[in-house]
């Protein structure tokens, strides 16, 4: 069953949390400080450290804010109760493993890792109502590579301003990551939830014990290296499609990670 709603109430319903405002607003003030530093200067190191830390936080949120608000046009009211709508990111599942954990490894490998999540009563939908409200985090991690890929394709030059470019190529190098690691069928992850509702009953209940070690397993696959190098190796194919050198999402990284 899906419900539809007036745009007023979905306007009353979808409140942006003083914290995501706040989010928003560092991540203005990161990418003001990297416009126009200097490659060597603190100041850039800085800047794009603040931008891709908190421009990532902002996209985590909207990734979350996807999938319940799909489940809630479909007809789950608790997403709304429990604040998924606001955008707040503290809402979204343990702050520790949801925020902390993804930041910690951009800062050591530049993986934009799964983060938070939320509670929908899938089990309420039809087959295709479920792969929608999954897969409308993926979908958003690749519409924001998207669009800041064709920003620093249209304007970005190693001339002018060129931290504030590598930076937002990096974060773009995150979002697809992101975006793939997403649709990796684990349990746990979007791409089980997308393939899920075709699975059997028992095969579901067989499998719904690994959920709570689907981040667990994902971590062992990306410390192998065979399956790491061919991850990456997409990775960078779909960001050399965009037309950006590659180097720049490395360069954007190096910014980030500056104490190494």
């Not at 998207?146 to 979002?175: C, E, K, M, N, Y």
């Amino acid at each position: 069953m899906t419900a539809r709603f007036p745009a007023d109430r979905r306007s009353r319903a979808v409140r942006p949390s003083p914290i995501f405002l706040l989010v928003v607003l560092v991540t203005v003030v990161g990418g003001v400080l990297a416009w126009d530093a200097e490659l060597t200067a603190t100041r850039a190191k800085v800047g794009v450290f603040v931008l891709v830390v908190f421009g990532w936080i902002v996209t985590l949120c909207l990734h979350e804010f996807a999938h319940a608000f799909m489940a809630w046009r479909a007809g789950d009211r608790e997403v709304e109760l429990r604040g998924y709508l606001t955008l707040n990111p503290l809402k979204y599942s343990h702050p520790l493993l949801s925020i902390v954990l993804p930041m910690v490894f951009i800062a050591l490998g530049g993986i934009g890792l799964p983060g938070g999540a939320v509670y929908v009563h899938t089990h309420n939908f039809s087959p295709r109502t479920q792969r929608v409200i999954s897969g409308a985090g993926p979908a958003v991690n690749a519409l924001c590579a998207v669009l800041l890929l064709v920003i620093v394709r249209l304007f970005g030059s190693t001339d002018s301003h060129p931290a504030l470019w590598f930076g937002l190529s990096f974060l773009a190098f995150l979002q697809i990551t992101a975006a793939l690691l997403n649709l990796i069928p684990l349990p746990g992850l979007d791409g089980y939830g997308i393939l899920e509702p075709s699975l059997s009953y028992q095969t579901r209940r067989s499998l719904d014990q690994f959920k709570p070690f689907g981040m667990l397993i994902l971590f062992a696959l990306l410390f192998t290296p065979a399956i790491n190098q061919v991850f990456f190796d997409a990775v960078y194919a779909l960001f050399e499609v965009s037309g950006v050198p590659s180097n720049w999402s490395r360069y954007g990284s190096y910014l980030t990670r500056f104490w190494t």
